[in-house]
């Protein structure tokens, strides 16, 4: 009995040893872990405190370059979080079997945007891929922001400046989409439409606004020949390119696809928002409906960009796909005159 009792005792003393010697590895690498954990905190830290100061000297000494740097550090944040997103939504729709036009409003509306911002960096990156272009590109893009920079990596400042310009643009070709309009209500062979059609025209080059009902009253005349969107003449067809801040300068039955595809994006996007509500849209939401559909809402108030969507959805929800001329005509006819008729 005592040997056995010394041998219990050696062996929890023996199983206590091995536990203890088990636990030593356990306890370095916790210790280890907690330690590189503590100095990638203090690195961190010390990085931030670098940076504070150098931010803080580019804003005493290089007040210009400061706002290109914050803008630039901030932008790539920006389109980093609307990477993130994107994919999210892509998942959503690979899941789910969903198309885009299923999408809600600003599920679809950030898709479409990040599509334009990726066909507008395409240039850029292509020219950036021979060895040492990076200089190049910097000159390039200091120089010509508008042109090359997507909307992330403007300021405050060049977003309204450069929204005023791509819309002076943009309504250069306003006068040559009406005065097709009233060209071809000429060639209409029933009289009481082309009245109705020429008096619209009319009413609008004289400065006033037109009502959704006269828009509706003509809707017929846009599903055919001579005003559906296969049938437009192609000066026409250019015209309303400019206005959806597309290229003109392709063969004509692309310019027609095109025209076509992006007006019908925007029809999915209006019912959309329809459903979502115009009450739940913030300012700037407001403000970027009514410029993609042809309004220049950078100097007006959310209520003047709410009061004017719900015209243009009062229009936009009523038509058929086979009356989208209508809807890519009335980008012109409904804004031209807004904030003259408002007055």
């Known amino acids: 009995m005592p040997r056995q009792d010394g041998a219990v005792q050696g062996g929890s003393k023996a199983a206590d040893g091995g536990l203890f010697f088990h636990c030593r590895p356990l306890v370095r690498c916790l210790s280890a872990k907690a330690s590189s954990q503590a100095f990638l905190a203090a690195f961190v830290s010390k990085v931030k405190r670098i940076n504070g100061r150098y931010e803080r000297f580019l804003e005493r000494t290089f007040p210009r370059f400061y706002v290109l740097y914050t803008t630039f550090t901030k932008g790539i944040q920006a389109l980093f979080w609307e990477v993130k997103e994107i994919r999210k939504i892509k998942l959503k729709m690979s899941r789910q079997r969903l198309n885009s036009h299923q999408l809600p409003y600003r599920e679809m509306e950030r898709l479409r945007q990040f599509r334009r911002d990726l066909i507008k960096a395409i240039p850029i990156g292509i020219i950036a891929i021979p060895p040492f272009a990076n200089f190049l590109v910097i000159v390039l893009m200091y120089f010509f922001p508008r042109q090359l920079l997507i909307r992330y990596f403007w300021t405050p400042q060049q977003?309204?400046?450069?929204?005023?310009?791509?819309?002076?643009?943009?309504?250069?070709?306003?006068?040559?989409?009406?005065?097709?309009?009233?060209?071809?209500?000429?060639?209409?062979?029933?009289?009481?439409?082309?009245?109705?059609?020429?008096?619209?025209?009319?009413?609008?080059?004289?400065?006033?606004?037109?009502?959704?009902?006269?828009?509706?009253?003509?809707?017929?005349?846009?599903?055919?020949?001579?005003?559906?969107?296969?049938?437009?003449?192609?000066?026409?067809?250019?015209?309303?390119?400019?206005?959806?801040?597309?290229?003109?300068?392709?063969?004509?039955?692309?310019?027609?696809?095109?025209?076509?595809?992006?007006?019908?994006?925007?029809?999915?996007?209006?019912?959309?928002?329809?459903?979502?509500?115009?009450?739940?849209?913030?300012?700037?939401?407001?403000?970027?409906?009514?410029?993609?559909?042809?309004?220049?809402?950078?100097?007006?108030?959310?209520?003047?960009?709410?009061?004017?969507?719900?015209?243009?959805?009062?229009?936009?929800?009523?038509?058929?796909?086979?009356?989208?001329?209508?809807?890519?005509?009335?980008?012109?006819?409904?804004?031209?005159?807004?904030?003259?008729?408002?007055?």
């Open 159 to 343: 977003q309204v400046e450069f929204l005023d310009a791509y819309h002076a643009i943009r309504r250069e070709a306003y006068s040559d989409v009406v005065k097709s309009l009233a060209l071809a209500a000429r060639s209409l062979p029933e009289p009481r439409l082309r009245e109705q059609l020429q008096e619209l025209c009319t009413k609008v080059q004289r400065g006033s606004q037109p009502r959704v009902a006269e828009l509706c009253a003509v809707r017929g005349l846009f599903s055919g020949s001579p005003l559906g969107l296969n049938k437009l003449r192609v000066s026409h067809v250019k015209a309303l390119s400019h206005v959806l801040f597309l290229t003109p300068h392709l063969p004509a039955f692309f310019l027609r696809y095109r025209l076509r595809s992006h007006v019908l994006e925007i029809r999915h996007l209006d019912r959309a928002m329809l459903r979502l509500g115009l009450s739940e849209l913030s300012e700037e939401e407001l403000k970027a409906a009514c410029y993609l559909r042809g309004l220049d809402s950078t100097h007006l108030s959310a209520s003047e960009c709410r009061a004017w969507l719900e015209r243009w959805l009062g229009l936009s929800c009523r038509l058929q796909a086979s009356e989208a001329s209508l809807l890519a005509n009335s980008m012109v006819l409904l804004s031209l005159n807004y904030v003259r008729a408002k007055e």
